[in-house]
T-cell receptor, first 116, second 114 residues
Framework: KAGVTQTPRYLIKTRGQQVTLSCSPISGHRSVSWYQQTPGQGLQFLFE???????NKGNFPGRFSGRQFSNSRSEMNVSTLELGDSALYLC???????????????FGPGTRLTVT | AQSVAQPEDQVNVAEGNPLTVKCTYS??????LFWYVQYPNRGLQFLLKYITGDNLVKGSYGFEAEFNKSQTSFHLKKPSALVSDSALYFC????????????FGKGTRLSVIA
């Protein structure tokens, strides 16, 4: 089975621009979560989706948004980029159904975003 | 609100010695607990989890963890460390009761010295 894929793997953007990151979950996984990883803050939760519905949202400004499609693929968008948005953005999928928090998550390799 | 603490930023251990990476958690109800490992320039890999039942859980690569409810801890252990175990380790918790996200600790960097 193919793992979680994320595209692109690397991005360089300028302050003020916007960016869209894509995630394809493992086949059969309907739950997708996004995280921001930085050296100082560790892993910060962004969003969690299940069957196209946002189940949870982290404490990030409204510039960060996401969505999930009917095929479980997910995208996240960051508008008006700031230098502090430079980070590794990780996507994870799981077999979780409904409130199945006991299922482990499988992570993609991440998208490394650099904002200059 | 749920939270995870990994009190050590860095753990150094000699190859062949036992290793322990510490984790304590806080949830309002009962927890689901997870350990993940991250190798350089890669995403996180699942190691093991505690859901219910036996307090000692065994996972990948010879790792195990013990759930201690009274101490709200879930320390990761391995009897004999390998140089290849050197990586960044994350503990994570999710409250069984509510519709809450998975919360990660800040990570502990393990260095195994030959």
């Amino acid at each position: 089975k193919a793992g979680v894929t994320q595209t692109p793997r690397y991005l360089i953007k300028t302050r003020g621009q916007q960016v869209t990151l894509s995630c394809s979950p493992i086949s059969g996984h309907r739950s997708v979560s996004w995280y921001q990883q930085t050296p100082g803050q560790g892993l910060q939760f962004l969003f969690e989706y299940f069957s196209e519905t946002q189940r949870n949202k982290g404490n990030f400004p409204g510039r960060f948004s996401g969505r999930q499609f009917s095929n479980s693929r997910s995208e996240m968008n960051v508008s008006t980029l700031e230098l502090g948005d430079s980070a590794l953005y990780l996507c994870a999928s799981s077999l979780a159904v409904s409130s199945g928090g006991e299922y482990e998550q499988y992570f993609g390799p991440g998208t490394r975003l650099t904002v200059t | 609100a749920q939270s995870v603490a990994q009190p050590e930023d860095q753990v150094n251990v000699a190859e062949g010695n036992p290793l322990t990476v510490k984790c304590t958690y806080s949830v309002s109800g009962n927890p689901y607990l997870f350990w993940y490992v991250q190798y350089p320039n890669r995403g996180l890999q699942f190691l093991l989890k505690y859901i219910t039942g036996d307090n000692l859980v065994k996972g990948s690569y010879g790792f195990e963890a013990e759930f201690n409810k009274s101490q709200t801890s879930f320390h990761l252990k391995k009897p004999s460390a390998l140089v290849s175990d050197s990586a960044l380790y994350f503990c994570a918790v999710r409250d069984i009761a509510g519709n809450t996200p998975l919360v990660f600790g800040k990570g502990t960097r393990l260095s195994v010295i030959a």
